[in-house]
């Protein structure tokens, strides 16, 4: 049993052992389909799991007590009161995201193949998927807080590694760097949490803390879930440390996909979910977490109305996604929360991967057209463009015809189209706004607005209109290793509303075991409101840039710079932090370093030279002196008794 519950992390590790070991042997396409074929057993197993728990009757406990399977692998610390075990779950919350996070991680690995080819560290960029698609089971299976801080740390160290991949281009190397700072800082209040729960609770794990909740201080608890939240925020992008995440986009497209998109940045969401025990015990808690998730919804939102880089606007949109669910969670309606996390994986990893296919079909005029001068360097006919600048584009829609349908699908379902995925689930988490916090609901009213203009501003500039670049003329529809998994989850986006429809759909009664949350019904007045926004949006975004030099300067000044440098934000953390820090580093460096600490050493060190020098003349040689100085010492030995 034990070795059936870690399977599905043991495979991913099995294919980064083989391709860390022979990779450069086995050449690309063996490479990619191990790693691949190694995250669909892993999708495999997890869905044998998702069988085993929908036959097991909903009540039905393991050894520890709780629904689901158990596996404790062996003891890890044991010190005093603390007593921690490598131990796993594998329940109706855990094996959702296992599923997602095998099912579109194996997509993912089949479009990187074609995606990562002639890279020359093509072996090593499969190691690090593996390795993330390891670590991110582990985070999700984990039975107690510290097994799941393993996988957090984890998952956050691929992404670090993910990001700066094409670390030679210093922006990319600053993005990961970025990244990793920002997410350990988040860190340090997990940390805290976790300590403060053992202190408070005995135990690190989740069964032991959950059923000993009963006469707990509510202050203490309050302080507990502000902590793990702080976590939440750095993990999943939300304001203040969402700022890493836009940067990010810098790594290749699958990374963007499968980390920023479908499992890593919804690390905190699950976290807050498998804890709503605690979090619902702390209402102060829980309306910080709802405000806090609502303002990255609207600050990301509106900022992406005015961004150029075709996946910088799905960066800010993940953010302000993320926020849907964090104040779903914020809310109580974890269900919802939950809902949201399961469809905008489908719609935004299909729309991440579309936007690569499109930056890989404007890249194939260059490649096609490169030339080489005596010095090996390359030229091209006409000047360079950036093959991400929507400005850059247009007329997609007939040069790639697949991954345009599918992108329209995807952006219908983020914009909320009825009858695709995200229209259910946001939905959901509006009626649930609604009810319980009306300055969230006006928040996250907003965004929806904001997401659909930009959704139709996006497919204006990309896909309609006239080509305005020959690479946009010459742009040619991706290989079938990009296609195909773009058509799988284009069908999932359609379909995937259908997990949880209104009046207590399936994942309602799914997740019972684990969450005890009221059905919501369907509220036929906010679907209506929010198909007019959605459709509004769509056609304002549509409309407006229907003639595409709207878009060349409206960034240079005014409320569209504002928006463009996403409020501001990194600019502030830069005059406020940053370059005082840099201050502070160079005095330390130059004048506390160099000129005191340095110099007291150095100092000595030069007083001890120049004594040694002055004794260095009565160092004759001649015995005659050594008898004479001899003589001396006596005389005054004897003076002075």
């Given at each position: 049993?034990?070795?059936?519950i870690?399977?599905p992390?043991?495979?991913?590790?099995?294919?980064?052992?083989?391709?860390?070991?022979?990779?450069?042997?086995?050449?690309?396409?063996?490479?990619?389909?191990?790693?691949?074929?190694?995250?669909?057993?892993?999708?495999?197993?997890?869905?044998?799991?998702?069988?085993?728990?929908?036959?097991?009757?909903?009540?039905?406990?393991?050894?520890?007590?709780?629904?689901?399977?158990?596996a404790?692998?062996?003891p890890?610390?044991?010190?005093?009161?603390?007593?921690?075990?490598?131990?796993?779950?594998?329940?109706?919350?855990?094996?959702?995201?296992m599923?997602?996070?095998?099912?579109?991680?194996?997509?993912?690995?089949?479009?990187?193949?074609?995606?990562?080819?002639?890279?020359?560290?093509?072996?090593?960029?499969?190691?690090?998927?593996?390795?993330?698609?390891?670590?991110?089971?582990?985070?999700?299976?984990?039975?107690?807080?510290?097994v799941?801080?393993?996988?957090?740390?984890?998952?956050?160290?691929?992404?670090?590694?993910?990001?700066?991949?094409?670390?030679?281009?210093?922006?990319?190397?600053?993005?990961?760097?970025?990244?990793?700072?920002?997410?350990?800082?988040?860190?340090?209040?997990?940390?805290?949490?976790?300590?403060?729960?053992?202190?408070?609770f005995?135990?690190?794990?989740?069964?032991?803390?959950?059923?000993?909740?009963?006469?707990?201080?509510?202050?203490v608890?309050?302080?507990?879930?502000?902590?793990?939240?702080?976590?939440?925020?750095?993990?999943?992008?939300?304001?203040?440390?969402?700022?890493?995440?836009?940067?990010?986009?810098?790594?290749?497209?699958?990374?963007?996909?499968?980390?920023?998109?479908?499992?890593?940045?919804?690390?905190?969401?699950?976290?807050?979910?498998?804890?709503?025990?605690?979090?619902?015990?702390?209402?102060?808690?829980?309306?910080?977490?709802?405000?806090?998730?609502?303002?990255?919804?609207?600050?990301?939102?509106?900022?992406?109305?005015?961004?150029?880089?075709?996946?910088?606007?799905?960066?800010?949109?993940?953010?302000?996604?993320?926020?849907?669910?964090?104040?779903a969670?914020?809310?109580?309606?974890?269900?919802?929360?939950?809902?949201?996390?399961?469809?905008?994986?489908f719609?935004?990893?299909?729309?991440?991967?579309?936007?690569?296919?499109?930056?890989?079909?404007?890249?194939?005029?260059?490649?096609?057209?490169?030339?080489?001068?005596?010095?090996?360097?390359?030229?091209?006919?006409?000047?360079?463009?950036d093959?991400?600048?929507?400005?850059?584009?247009?007329?997609?829609?007939?040069?790639?015809?697949?991954?345009?349908?599918?992108?329209?699908?995807?952006?219908?379902?983020?914009?909320?189209?009825?009858?695709?995925?995200?229209?259910?689930?946001?939905?959901?988490?509006?009626?649930?706004?609604?009810?319980k916090?009306?300055?969230?609901?006006?928040?996250?009213?907003?965004?929806?607005?904001?997401?659909?203009?930009?959704?139709?501003?996006?497919?204006?500039?990309?896909?309609?209109?006239?080509?305005?670049?020959?690479?946009?003329?010459?742009?040619?529809?991706?290989?079938?290793?990009?296609?195909?998994?773009?058509?799988?989850l284009?069908?999932?986006?359609?379909?995937?509303?259908?997990?949880?429809?209104?009046?207590?759909?399936?994942?309602?009664?799914?997740?019972?075991?684990?969450?005890?949350?009221?059905?919501?019904?369907?509220?036929?007045?906010?679907a209506?409101?929010?198909?007019v926004?959605?459709?509004?949006?769509?056609?304002?975004?549509?409309?407006?840039?229907?003639?595409?030099?709207?878009?060349?300067?409206?960034?240079?000044?005014?409320?569209?710079?504002?928006?463009?440098?996403?409020?501001?934000?990194?600019?502030?953390?830069?005059?406020?932090?940053?370059?005082?820090?840099?201050?502070?580093?160079?005095?330390?460096?130059?004048?506390?370093?160099?000129?005191?600490?340095?110099?007291?050493?150095?100092?000595?060190?030069?007083?001890?030279?120049?004594?040694?020098?002055?004794?260095?003349?009565?160092?004759?040689?001649?015995?005659?002196?050594?008898?004479?100085?001899?003589?001396?010492?006596?005389?005054?030995?004897?003076?002075?008794?």
């Open positions: 049993m034990e070795l059936f870690l399977s992390i043991l495979f991913p590790l099995l294919g980064l052992l083989i391709n860390a070991s022979l990779g450069k042997r086995l050449g690309e396409k063996a490479v990619g389909w191990i790693a691949s074929i190694a995250v669909i057993a892993s999708f495999a197993v997890s869905l044998m799991m998702f069988a085993q728990l929908g036959a097991a009757p909903a009540t039905e406990g393991g050894e520890h007590g709780a629904p689901g399977l158990h404790t692998i062996l890890w610390i044991t010190a005093g009161a603390l007593n921690v075990s490598w131990g796993f779950t594998v329940d109706q919350l855990s094996v959702t995201l599923l997602i996070i095998t099912g579109i991680g194996a997509l993912i690995h089949i479009y990187s193949i074609g995606y990562m080819h002639g890279d020359e560290r093509f072996p090593r960029f499969f190691v690090y998927l593996n390795l993330f698609v390891s670590s991110m089971l582990v985070l999700v299976m984990a039975d107690n807080l510290l799941m801080f393993v996988g957090w740390e984890l998952v956050g160290f691929c992404s670090y590694l993910l990001i700066g991949f094409w670390f030679k281009n210093i922006k990319n190397a600053e993005a990961g760097r970025k990244a990793f700072v920002a997410n350990r800082i988040g860190d340090v209040g997990f940390v805290l949490g976790i300590l403060l729960t053992f202190v408070t005995g135990s690190l794990n989740f069964d032991s803390i959950f059923g000993s909740l009963a006469g707990k201080d509510v202050a608890i309050t302080l507990i879930t502000l902590l793990l939240f702080v976590g939440a925020v750095g993990k999943s992008a939300q304001i203040p440390l969402f700022v890493w995440l836009p940067d990010a986009m810098a790594g290749p497209t699958p990374v963007s996909a499968l980390i920023h998109a479908a499992t890593m940045v919804t690390a905190g969401i699950y976290m807050m979910t498998r804890a709503h025990a605690l979090f619902e015990l702390a209402p102060t808690t829980q309306t910080v977490v709802a405000i806090i998730g609502a303002l990255p919804a609207f600050v990301a939102g509106s900022s992406a109305l005015r961004q150029y880089d075709i996946k910088k606007v799905l960066a800010y949109s993940t953010v302000s996604q993320l926020g849907f669910m964090v104040a969670a914020g809310i109580g309606a974890y269900v919802a929360s939950h809902f949201h996390l399961l469809t905008h994986a719609f935004k990893a299909l729309l991440f991967l579309a936007a690569g296919a499109v930056i890989h079909g404007m890249e194939h005029y260059r490649h096609s057209h490169a030339s080489h001068d005596q010095a090996g360097l390359d030229r091209h006919d006409g000047p360079e463009v093959p991400q600048d929507m400005r850059n584009m247009g007329g997609l829609s007939k040069k790639m015809p697949v991954t345009f349908v599918t992108f329209l699908i995807g952006g219908l379902a983020l914009a909320g189209v009825p009858l695709l995925s995200g229209f259910f689930s946001k939905d959901e988490i509006m009626a649930a706004a609604l009810e916090n009306i300055l969230v609901f006006a928040l996250l009213a907003a965004t929806a607005l904001f997401t659909a203009i930009y959704v139709g501003r996006q497919l204006a500039l990309v896909f309609f209109g006239a080509p305005r670049t020959q690479d946009a003329e010459h742009a040619a529809e991706s290989p079938a290793l990009m296609t195909v998994p773009l058509i799988a284009a069908v999932l986006a359609v379909i995937g509303g259908a997990l949880n429809l209104p009046g207590g759909g399936w994942l309602h009664h799914w997740l019972e075991p684990v969450i005890t949350e009221p059905a919501t019904s369907f509220n036929l007045l906010i209506g409101i929010f198909t926004v959605a459709v509004a949006g769509l056609a304002m975004g549509l409309s407006l840039y229907r003639n595409p030099a709207r878009a060349q300067h409206e960034a240079d000044a005014g409320i569209g710079n504002f928006l463009y440098r996403a409020w501001h934000f990194d600019d502030v953390y830069h005059a406020v932090i940053i370059k005082p820090f840099y201050v502070i580093s160079t005095v330390c460096a130059q004048v506390l370093d160099v000129g005191i600490i340095d110099g007291i050493v150095n100092g000595v060190g030069k007083v001890t030279r120049n004594i040694a020098g002055g004794l260095r003349g009565i160092q004759t040689g001649f015995v005659r002196n050594y008898g004479l100085v001899m003589l001396m010492g006596v005389v005054v030995v004897v003076a002075y008794f």
